[in-house]
């Protein structure tokens, strides 16, 4: 996250969050929470709390052995201040934070982009964890995805620029959760191409009678 970037609106969940910390996460859904974390400092600051208070609770387990502590627990926690200070982060260079320059070289608009529709570009992201996809979208400017659903979860950050749809606008470091309940049709801002990181569990659903007709021809 730069100095003039916004702070992101749209966070993970409290208890990804800190499944993150304890290290739980597959590798895929770590890496969409590790690239909210770059541009987020107050979810950055959760995370080193709920690193802090497991910490502290393995320091304290032979001690106190009578009894389990649950997550609500542990949420609480959060709201105490952190010993563990959280070090600044250095400005994104070429448009890729931090955590993705494992797996991208080069700037956002030079990747090799293959199309999927007329507004929508991709390129897969590998990783060793089968039953995930993680791919970088490019939505064009003022353009509007296929309206889809999910047959599982999808996960969403976005990287640069932006853009809206039924649950919100969505700007750099944003984070969008979408299962099977939600149908949308993410439209990007009309004055730059949005580009974006979803991991998926599973294939989308176009919806509508166009979704029905192509359905079996459209993997996105």
Not at 156 to 170: P, Q
Request: charged residues 15%; proline residues 9%; aromatic residues 6%.
């Amino acid at each position: 996250m730069t100095a003039h970037t916004p702070a992101p609106h749209h966070h993970p969940d409290p208890a990804v969050l800190v499944d993150y910390a304890a290290g739980s996460l597959r590798e895929p859904l770590a890496l969409a929470v590790a690239t909210h974390l770059w541009f987020c400092r107050a979810c950055r600051d959760t995370v080193a709390n709920a690193e802090a208070v497991g910490g502290a609770l393995l320091a304290a387990l032979p001690a106190a052995g009578d009894g389990d502590i649950g997550l609500a627990e542990v949420l609480a926690l959060l709201d105490e201040p952190a010993a563990v200070a959280v070090a600044p982060r250095a400005p994104v260079a070429a448009d890729i934070p931090g955590p993705l320059r494992h797996y991208v070289q080069g700037a956002l608009p030079a990747l090799p982009w293959r199309t999927t529709t007329k507004s929508l570009a991709t390129v897969d992201l590998t990783t060793d964890v089968p039953g995930y996809r993680v791919r970088l979208l490019r939505i064009a400017a003022g353009a509007a995805m296929p309206r889809h659903t999910h047959r599982g979860t999808e996960v969403t950050v976005v990287l640069k620029g932006g853009y809206s749809d039924e649950l919100g606008r969505f700007a750099p470091g944003d984070v969008a959760a979408t299962d099977p309940a939600v149908a949308h049709q993410p439209m990007a801002d009309a004055d730059q191409d949005c580009y974006c990181l979803a991991v998926t569990d599973a294939p989308v659903r176009l919806v509508g009678w166009l979704g029905l007709l192509l359905n079996p021809f459209v993997r996105f």
